[in-house]
């Protein structure tokens, strides 16, 4: 058993260290600090993040600074029509050697790393998008026969362009659902702006240093899970995600509003990030308002609106908006 004196001590020293990576990474992305955090969030809780937003907002940069900050051997694949799985997974060729013998080699593609980008993850078929689904679960894939382990830590950070829909196909909800979070990357504030014109259109860019590396990185992930959470809160998230579900009890008020809800790992992926936000903030233990905060992120890609509530004009997001109301506030209340 812990002693609560040593992981009082780890968890504010992974404080600290989160706090030493978000400032390197605010170097070179600038002005997006809630993105940042739950991609940080998403990292440190071990899991998957997809990240949506127009083209030209950032999205490669801040993959590309967060393996630098993160000490992690990353790859990038561009997803197109015509990518096969094998593209990503990699392929056996036939050898042959100097005595005239043959043998298949297994050549590695490039999931085989600690950190993938998957750039525009929904250009490529749902074939090839399946390749990714047992790689992003187990952190293994299986190739001829063969189980081959992947990098240790393995994230997926993938992205995906909201409003261009020609050539595309909508990722599957299995895979959606393996995603710890949906980052919605919007439009940068008018200062922020100004500050992004200023610190890339110099002489010198400003460049990241490494804070974590694969070791420390896994060594936080334990450490998160080992973090307090108080019964309030679990209570709160309980409630939250069976409210949003149409076939429960709790969730009569949105049965006419979503065809299907979140399921369990939705439940997993707010008892993870909740604590990932206490941290970045500073704090000991997750409270009611880490909750709320995280809601958005982790229910919106796992729910889907009905027919009757597209006609109704209405959306994922207010609806999630709604229930933390409905939800949260009776839980702080209580």
Known sequence: MTDPTQLVAEIEALAERLGRARSSVA?????QEAVVDQV?????????????????????????TLATVMGLQSNRIQFTPDLMPADI???EVLDSAADGSRAFRFIEGPVFCQLLMADEINRASPRTQSALLQAMQEREVTIA?????????FH???????????GTYPLPEAQLDRFLLQVDVAYPSRAAERAIL?????????????????????AAQSVIRRMPVGEAVVEAILDLVRACRPGEAEGSSVAGSLAWGPGPRAAQALMLTVRARALLEGRLAPGIADVAAMAKPVLEHRMALSFAARARGETLSGLIDRMVGQVLRLEAAA
């Open 145 to 153: 026969g063969q189980h081959r382990p992947l990098g240790r830590p």
């Open 27 to 31: 170097g070179r992305f600038i002005g």
């Open 156 to 166: 997926v950070l993938a992205t995906q362009n909201p409003i261009e829909q020609e």
């Open 198 to 218: 200023l610190a890339t259109t110099g002489a010198t860019e400003s460049s990241a240093h490494a804070v974590f590396d694969a070791e420390g990185l896994i």
């Open 89 to 91: 997974l990699g392929s």
């Open 40 to 64: 940080l969030a998403a990292l440190v809780c071990g899991g998957h993040a997809l990240l949506v937003g127009l083209p030209g907002l950032g999205k490669t940069l801040l993959v590309d």
